[in-house]
């Protein structure tokens, strides 16, 4: 199996979280062939794809509300972002389904997209935004209020508190609100805030996610093709099953098993502990 068929099937099998990072990755990539400034040193964004807060541009864009935080400033910012998601993203995936994880995800960018341009209305500022940090803290902030007490282990820290991780990135940005990138940290604080307004909403029984899931369904099954059926006579047979059917049955049920089991050991130690016979043997199951 090469590199590729690997990455495949880690997008296949490895949920809407990592899938997530990969549509951030494929973005990233895209935009440094079409939007690089090599000259200058930096991305060039078209108004059609990041955030602006000039109304004259969002109001007639108002997709860019989404599109912002799918695209990075940087390489670097890309990375701590991904490696952030990744971490909140394992953590919310522990309690909740990935059409809630998906819909947060959304909803905190739009929000924070919202909050952003408002602010700098207000402010007389017109600066665009990239980034998918609001998002990512959007799912942070969630996880945080329904389980704040959860012991974390952190490299050279030890167990802390989750609660006290999140504090630590909120109490960064609120520093740093009038420093520089302030765009930035009023978009991080808001996503932080919608984090807490979803949690505290489906403790109270609303989903908020479910109209995201819902417009994503309604989109999906628009556009599924909808099987042929003609109509055929039906004929009773009463003939017992030869014995070659049994045998395709039980070579089917032991497949399966195999699959089963190897998505078990996936599951509780990783995508990685699988030997190369084992993806070579998942990589051929899913075609």
């Known amino acids: 199996m090469n590199i590729l068929d690997d ?18 990755i ?9 939007f690089y400034q090599y000259s200058g040193g930096g991305f060039d964004y078209p108004s059609w794809l990041s955030l602006s807060s000039d109304p004259n541009v969002f109001l007639f864009k108002p997709w860019t509300f989404l599109t912002y935080a799918f695209f990075h400033s940087s390489f670097l910012h890309l990375f701590f972002n991904m490696m952030v998601l990744n971490f909140a993203s394992n953590l919310f995936l522990t309690f909740f389904t990935q059409k809630q994880y998906l ?6 960018a739009i929000f924070s997209g919202v909050t952003f341009a408002l ?3 207000f402010l007389n500022i017109s600066a665009p935004i990239v980034g998918a940090s609001a998002a990512i803290m959007a799912i942070l902030a969630a996880v945080t209020t329904y389980q704040p007490l959860m012991d974390v282990r952190l490299i050279f820290l030890g167990n ?7 504090a630590v990135i909120l109490i960064l940005d609120l520093m740093q609100l009038r420093l520089d990138n302030t765009g930035g940290h009023i978009s991080h604080l808001a996503g932080a805030l919608f984090g807490f307004i979803y949690m505290k909403s489906l403790q109270n029984g ?8 819902r417009t994503l369904d309604f989109f999906a099954n628009l556009f599924k093709k909808s099987p042929s059926t003609p109509f055929t006579k039906v004929h009773k047979n009463y003939k017992k099953p030869t014995e070659r059917v049994a045998s395709r049955i039980v070579t089917k049920d032991k497949t399966q098993q195999q699959i089963d089991e190897i998505l078990d050991k996936i599951s509780q130690s990783g995508y990685d502990c699988l030997t190369k016979e084992e993806k070579e043997f998942l990589f051929k199951a899913g075609k």
Request: charged share 10%; hydrophobic share 55%.
């Open 7 to 24: 990455l495949k099937l880690q997008y296949k099998l490895g949920g809407i979280a990592m899938r997530v990072i990969y549509w951030n």
């Open 26 to 34: 494929a973005c990233f990539l895209i935009a440094l062939v079409f």
């Open 103 to 108: 819909g947060l995800y959304i909803l905190g």
């Open 119 to 121: 602010s700098y209305y």
């Open 160 to 166: 802390v508190k989750l609660w006290h991780i999140t």
């Open 206 to 213: 609303t989903d908020l996610s479910i109209v995201i899931s």
